[in-house]
């Protein structure tokens, strides 16, 4: 028995009637006869008869449109249950076959010629350097965004405060003129980072602003 031509079509793996039927050694008019009734069954009990069969057409050789069926694996199935003896055996170890090497062949990995290759590790360098371009500008702006826009949180206030406490408490021991200077220090840092409260220092400055506390002199000493 010669072997069954399977093809894809969109994706889905069918054989042609007439191969069915030159499988089985059946007048292919008797075949469709047989097949116009398996779908009239099908689609009375709403099964959809397309999963097994699909109408179809081919030029005949006086150029004439004929109707065919392409069968799928499941119309091979359907065909070969209402076949006996050597035939039915037969063909169904030849669609068997066919439609499991068939599938294989689909799902097999492609193997790339030496031009493919390369050109397919071009394509994966450029898309690669594309990305990382990518990457670095959004790392670009989020440290642009840390450094210029993200002021203290909780904590770096907590540490700005600690130092101001502490110079403070170096420079005077009197606790009436203590509030003053704190006053006067928190009234710098607004001015020497231009904002309108120490807690809007920006994040990039809090170590320039630790120094700056460090090193402070209130103006009467000065």
């Not at 089985?24 to 999963?51: M, N």
């Not at 005949?60 to 449109?65: A, G, L, T, V």
């Not at 594309?130 to 206030?157: A, C, H, P, R, W």
Request: hydrophobic fraction near 35%; aromatic fraction near 8%.
């Amino acid at each position: 028995m010669d072997q069954l031509k399977v093809v894809s079509i969109n994706g889905q793996l069918v054989t042609d009637s007439r191969e069915v039927a030159r499988m089985v050694e059946k007048r292919h008019d008797h075949l469709l006869a047989d097949i116009r009734k398996y779908v009239e069954i099908l689609q009375s009990q709403d099964y959809g008869s397309e999963k097994f069969f699909i109408e179809s057409t081919y030029l005949n050789s006086r150029n004439q449109i004929q109707p065919c069926y392409l069968l799928t694996r499941l119309g091979c199935d359907m065909v070969a249950n209402k076949m006996t003896g050597e035939k039915g055996v037969l063909f169904t170890a030849a669609y068997v076959t066919r439609f499991e090497d068939m599938e294989k062949a689909l799902n097999a990995p492609k193997v790339l010629s030496p031009k493919e290759q390369l050109r397919a590790s071009m394509q994966l360098t450029l898309e690669t350097a594309q990305e990382v371009e990518e990457i670095k500008g959004k790392v670009e702006q989020l440290e642009d965004k840390v450094d210029n826009q993200m002021t203290l949180d909780y904590g770096m206030q907590r540490r700005l405060q600690r130092a101001v406490g502490e110079r403070v408490y170096k420079l005077s021991d009197d606790s009436q003129e203590r509030p003053r200077l704190f006053r006067e220090l928190y009234r710098e840092i607004k001015d020497r980072f231009g904002v309108a409260s120490y807690k809007d220092v920006r994040r990039k400055d809090l170590q320039s602003a630790v120094s700056y506390v460090e090193a402070w002199i209130p103006r009467r000493a000065a």
